[in-house]
């Protein structure tokens, strides 16, 4: 434990905390799309690693927004705010009006080079996912409104302007179609909340609110809306009936549930150890989506127990780096984005491997860094981006490393020097006297106005 607390106390803990565990997370998670998909690939194209190599791609456009973001000062991310949300809400907007395009045509959903298809927007040859760029956007944003408000937060009219609107209007456009996303906005408000310092009383009546949304948002579906079906069961009802009121494994061959009994027999195949590596079998066509939303359950089947005690503890090391990262800076704008986007991967983990072991209903979101998904793992390279920024802002890492600047081209290939920390003057009216300076308690000094009007002037 001395030894442990000696590595923590280095200046520069927080970043190397975050590299380890981001990029530990982005290894295992190739090596994973890897194993979930070659099979398939190779069955369908001939080529094994098609899916491999495209996830490589995201991934080295993802490593260079990441050295892009660590290189921006906090200024340059209060200024992107704004226009990244404009740009995400635009995105929404017309990712929506589009598929209720689609679906009163009883056609494609498509206008020109423009197409949608439920989550994802396709422009041109382009496909990106905006749930995703919502969620950075509103780090950027939110952090940036409540620093600017300080101490004001305190009032409720402080939160219903602008920041309440604004996030009701993300939930909706997010969550008619993705509930799963939309928790995750959820989680990241709640992190943002509770650093800004907020009244719990506000955390009640925001968990009501949310509570009420969700009820809206299943209730939608079974008249057609967002990814419901006009006709058909309620699919989002019949998750959360399958989760409370589980039926028999064995009786289980419904599409609700179908996921999570394959998923259950993949982790009691994994043991504890697994069956190895490529070695699974649920993959092969038994489990839906297993190179995406469940592939934590690929991983329980081939390294076992052990293989998820590594991905969660991983997670936890990230969430705790985010959060020390918010403790130690000193600006307010640094610690709210810290916080929001530690709660947002942390809790999007959360319920991604909740949902696959049980814990949770089903929601259909990815896991960070592993689940194989181009949109999902930049915006997520380029939030770690953004908290190894911070990192080295801390004050012990700035001062460390002006202390003992690296090479100059280490410095223009990788980032620059943070800012030092502002040297705070002591005010002249709270500097401690000497002895000999010291005025007797009880005593005050003369206030009278001596000496010629020549002499006060001078």
Not at 154 to 176: I, Q
Not at 249 to 266: G, N, S, T
Not at 378 to 401: C, H, I, K
Request: proline share 5%.
């Amino acid at each position: 434990m001395a030894a442990l607390r000696g590595l923590l106390s280095r200046p520069l803990a927080s970043y190397h905390l975050l590299l380890a565990s981001a990029g530990l997370l982005l290894l295992i998670g190739l090596t994973m799309v890897f194993s979930a998909t070659s099979v398939r690939d190779y069955a369908q194209d001939g080529n094994a690693s098609a899916s491999l190599t495209k996830q490589a791609i995201f991934a080295v456009i993802g490593i260079v927004a990441f050295w892009a973001c660590q290189r921006l000062p906090a200024r340059t991310y209060r200024a992107l705010g704004r226009p990244t949300l404009a740009v995400a809400v635009g995105l929404l907007i017309l990712l929506n009006l589009l598929v209720a395009y689609g679906r009163l045509t009883d056609g494609d959903a498509k206008i020109g080079p423009l197409e949608a298809e439920l989550l994802w927007l396709y422009i041109g040859g382009i496909s990106l996912q905006p749930s995703e760029l919502a969620k950075f956007a509103l780090v950027l944003w939110g952090a940036h409104v409540l620093a600017r408000k300080g101490a004001a937060l305190g009032w409720w009219r402080e939160l219903a302007t602008p920041l309440f609107p604004v996030v009701g209007l993300l939930f909706v456009l997010v969550g008619y179609n993705d509930l799963g996303s939309m928790l995750c906005l959820l989680a990241l408000v709640v992190g943002l909340l509770w650093a800004a310092g907020v009244r719990l009383r506000v955390f009640a009546a925001l968990s009501a609110i949310g509570l009420l949304g969700i009820g809206l948002l299943v209730a939608v579906a079974s008249i057609g809306a967002g990814s419901g079906v006009r006709g058909e069961e309620n699919y989002r009802l019949a998750r959360l009936t399958m989760f409370f009121s589980p039926p028999p494994l064995d009786a289980c061959k419904d599409d609700f549930c179908y996921q999570m009994v394959q998923a259950r027999y993949a982790i009691a195949n994994g043991g504890w150890f697994g069956t190895g590596l490529g070695q699974g079998r649920t993959k092969w066509a038994w489990l839906p989506a297993a190179e995406n939303d469940f592939i934590f359950a690929v991983i329980a089947e081939e390294l076992g127990v052990v293989g998820c005690a590594v991905i969660v503890t991983l997670f936890a090391v990230l969430g705790y780096t985010g959060l020390r990262i918010a403790r130690r800076v000193d600006d307010p704008f640094r610690r709210l984005a810290a916080a929001g986007a530690t709660a947002w991967l942390v809790g999007q983990a959360f319920i991604n491997i909740g949902g696959v072991i049980g814990l949770l209903p089903l929601t259909g979101v990815p896991l960070p860094f592993i689940s194989d998904g181009g949109s999902a793992l930049v915006v997520t390279l380029a939030a770690v981006g953004m908290l190894a920024s911070f990192a080295r802002a801390e004050p012990d890492a700035a001062r460390a490393l002006h202390a003992r600047p690296p090479a100059r081209w280490v410095r223009l290939v990788w980032a620059p020097l943070p800012p030092l920390p502002g040297r705070r003057s002591v005010p002249q009216a709270r500097k401690r006297r000497t002895d000999d300076q010291a005025t007797p308690r009880g005593t005050r000094a003369a206030r009278g106005r001596g000496g010629s009007a020549s002499e006060r002037r001078r």
